[in-house]
């Protein structure tokens, strides 16, 4: 019995005729690009998160792009980000000619250390981008009053943490802007690339409105060179049959993870730390472990899915390296050697989770 990280054909079997449906009516109305599912899911959104804007966009990357832009981030400028997430939160800031400035991370949560945050503002920083990683929000009440201090804008890459709330406030709802992916694999996922940005903030929604759209607010007149970034009516329509039961899904996560953290009590290995200022959803479940090539090792060797989120660090990537040569972040570094995680998904069953554990738990010893 093999156990994948993500069981999309589970999903499928379980919402392909309303997914189905949602697809030929869509199909059948001939209208694909910015119509009228792409507007229901923004408003859907908008509601569920608890803000009043949301802008559908091609990808979480450019959802990333795009608030960073519209917060008026420019060349020369800088943004506090963490060095430990997918490139994509790097490149939104270098796409812009901005420098991102790496922060270290809490060892616990992963999450951006607020204390490092202060830490890092200059007469240049112009934004910080807290990475809510693995699907917990990152501590954003001290990262909020650093920004209201310096005056810098809050972009929150929300790309794990759809459904994921601090303090009792929805990921996204929290900063200036947040930014999500519905890349396949996430909480909330398409069926190809697409991604939103989300704010309390009508001009930044605006201006996003503006770039996503070749810089047009009306067809064939353009005030800005802006982008092709429009999510299309098909991907719309698959992710409000999703929407619908996002609640639901995460609380099988969350009973998933629970099960996980049962099992490793007592052992080498290092659950998850939940810090206590909201509800974790799981977009991963990730634990260290100082043998974590090992365990990998066995793992396939069973036939159970695992991955590295994230093996090399932004600033000790190739494309970073020679701007970062001398940065020194020991928590970020720690934590490239040591996570793992393992398959999560809420399909998960019992057995599958025991299965896990009993491979996990035979190579530590």
């Given at each position: 019995?093999?156990?994948?990280?993500?069981?999309?054909?589970?999903?499928y079997?379980?919402?392909?005729?309303?997914?189905?449906?949602?697809?030929?009516?869509?199909?059948?109305?001939?209208?694909?690009?910015?119509g009228?599912?792409?507007?229901?899911?923004?408003?859907?959104?908008?509601?569920?998160?608890g803000?009043?804007?949301?802008?559908?966009?091609?990808?979480?990357?450019?959802?990333?792009?795009?608030?960073?832009?519209?917060?008026?981030?420019?060349?020369?400028?800088?943004?506090i980000?963490?060095?430990?997430?997918?490139?994509?939160?790097?490149?939104?800031?270098?796409?812009?000619?901005?420098?991102?400035?790496?922060?270290?991370?809490?060892?616990?949560?992963?999450?951006?250390d607020?204390?490092?945050?202060?830490?890092?503002?200059?007469?240049?920083?112009?934004?910080?981008?807290?990475v809510?990683?693995?699907?917990?929000?990152?501590?954003?009440?001290?990262?909020?009053?650093?920004?209201?201090?310096?005056?810098?804008?809050?972009?929150?890459?929300?790309?794990?943490?759809?459904?994921?709330?601090?303090?009792?406030?929805?990921?996204?709802?929290?900063?200036?802007?947040?930014?999500?992916?519905?890349?396949?694999?996430?909480?909330?996922?398409?069926?190809?690339?697409?991604?939103?940005?989300?704010?309390?903030?009508?001009?930044?929604?605006?201006?996003?409105?503006v770039?996503r759209?070749?810089?047009?607010?009306?067809?064939?007149?353009?005030?800005?060179?802006?982008?092709?970034?429009?999510?299309?009516?098909?991907?719309a329509?698959?992710?409000?049959?999703?929407?619908?039961?996002?609640?639901?899904?995460?609380?099988?996560?969350?009973?998933?993870?629970?099960?996980?953290?049962?099992?490793?009590?007592?052992?080498?290995?290092?659950?998850?730390?939940?810090?206590?200022?909201?509800?974790?959803?799981?977009?991963?479940?990730?634990?260290?472990?100082?043998?974590?090539?090992?365990?990998?090792?066995?793992?396939?060797?069973?036939?159970?899915?695992?991955?590295?989120y994230?093996?090399?660090?932004?600033?000790?990537?190739?494309?970073y390296?020679?701007?970062?040569?001398?940065?020194?972040?020991?928590?970020?570094e720690?934590?490239?050697?040591?996570?793992?995680?393992?398959?999560?998904?809420?399909?998960?069953?019992?057995?599958?989770?025991?299965?896990?554990?009993?491979?996990?738990?035979?190579?530590?010893?």
């Amino acid at each position: 019995m093999n156990i994948p990280m993500v069981d999309l054909k589970a999903e499928y079997r379980e919402l392909g005729a309303e997914i189905e449906q949602a697809v030929g009516a869509v199909l059948a109305s001939g209208h694909f690009i910015l119509g009228p599912q792409v507007q229901a899911l923004e408003r859907e959104v908008a509601a569920y998160l608890g803000v009043k804007h949301a802008v559908a966009v091609a990808s979480g990357t450019d959802a990333l792009h795009l608030a960073l832009r519209a917060a008026g981030v420019q060349p020369g400028d800088e943004v506090i980000t963490s060095a430990f997430t997918f490139i994509a939160t790097a490149e939104a800031i270098s796409y812009l000619g901005a420098r991102p400035v790496f922060v270290d991370i809490h060892p616990g949560t992963f999450n951006l250390d607020p204390e490092g945050v202060e830490a890092a503002v200059t007469e240049r920083t112009r934004a910080i981008l807290p990475v809510h990683l693995y699907g917990q929000a990152a501590d954003m009440g001290p990262i909020l009053a650093v920004a209201r201090r310096w005056g810098l804008k809050v972009i929150e890459d929300c790309a794990q943490s759809f459904g994921a709330d601090y303090q009792g406030r929805k990921t996204g709802a929290l900063g200036d802007a947040g930014c999500f992916s519905f890349y396949p694999s996430k909480n909330l996922g398409a069926y190809g690339d697409g991604g939103m940005v989300v704010t309390d903030d009508e001009a930044l929604a605006e201006r996003v409105r503006v770039l996503r759209d070749h810089g047009s607010r009306v067809r064939y007149h353009h005030s800005v060179v802006g982008y092709n970034s429009r999510l299309d009516e098909l991907q719309a329509a698959i992710l409000r049959v999703k929407l619908q039961r996002i609640d639901a899904l995460n609380a099988r996560r969350r009973e998933a993870a629970a099960g996980y953290t049962a099992r490793f009590a007592g052992s080498p290995i290092a659950p998850p730390a939940e810090a206590g200022h909201g509800r974790h959803v799981y977009h991963q479940y990730t634990v260290r472990c100082a043998r974590r090539d090992a365990v990998r090792d066995a793992l396939n060797q069973a036939g159970i899915a695992s991955a590295i989120y994230y093996p090399i660090p932004l600033h000790r990537q190739e494309v970073y390296q020679a701007d970062y040569r001398d940065l020194s972040l020991p928590r970020t570094e720690a934590a490239a050697r040591e996570v793992l995680s393992l398959p999560m998904h809420p399909y998960l069953t019992p057995q599958q989770v025991d299965r896990v554990c009993a491979t996990v738990l035979a190579a530590v010893g």
